[in-house]
């Protein structure tokens, strides 16, 4: 009996488990995981405990560098619209968005080049958020305001999908 039996621990992998920053910006390999992590790691698996990795790359870009990651638990990826079980090959549980929308994201992508959103859902609903960069001077708040429900209607019109929520993140404000 270990001493953490039981007990499920869930790590972020970019700029928690490694230090990726750097390797990102540079397009450089992604650093090995510091001995003191792994070491962290494996003696927390040896005494029983459970560990995963939770991160929001897809599939390939996490097996890219998971090598010499030490986990004996099932893998979150798609932040969190997967959950992969590296040593079977296969998915465990996947919440990802119905082959309909992909034209509807594709248009949306068209009709306003350079917007940045992520949309996730649940059943038969979506939520949306939207990053935007705003003009020095505007009313954020109204802008914010129209942008959400102009997608909101305008997604859930052209896509007969529920759209639960839109959010908009203001990324900045440009002079």
Do not use: W
């Not at 549980?93 to 082959?99: D, I, K, M």
């Not at 917007?115 to 609903?125: K, M, Q, R």
């Amino acid at each position: 009996m270990g001493k953490f039996d039981g007990v499920l621990i869930a790590s972020d992998f970019d700029n928690t488990m490694v230090y990726t920053e750097g390797a990102l910006r540079s397009g450089g390999p992604v650093p090995a995981i510091p001995r003191e992590n792994r070491d962290a790691i494996e003696y927390f698996m040896a005494q029983g405990g459970t560990f995963s990795v939770a991160t929001g790359r897809a599939l390939p870009s996490f097996a890219s560098v998971m090598d010499g990651v030490p986990m004996n638990g099932p893998t979150v990826l798609f932040n969190g619209a997967a959950i992969y079980d590296f040593p079977a090959g296969r998915y465990l549980r996947t919440a990802f968005l119905p082959e309909c929308i992909r034209d509807h994201v594709r248009q949306l992508s068209q009709l306003m080049p350079g917007l940045t959103f992520e949309i996730y859902h649940d059943d038969n609903s979506i939520s949306i958020e939207l990053h935007i960069i705003v003009e020095n001077g505007v009313n954020i708040a109204t802008v914010c305001r129209s942008i959400m429900g102009e997608v909101k209607y305008v997604v859930s019109k052209n896509t007969g999908v529920e759209v639960r929520d839109v959010n908009v993140c203001v990324d900045s404000i440009t002079m």
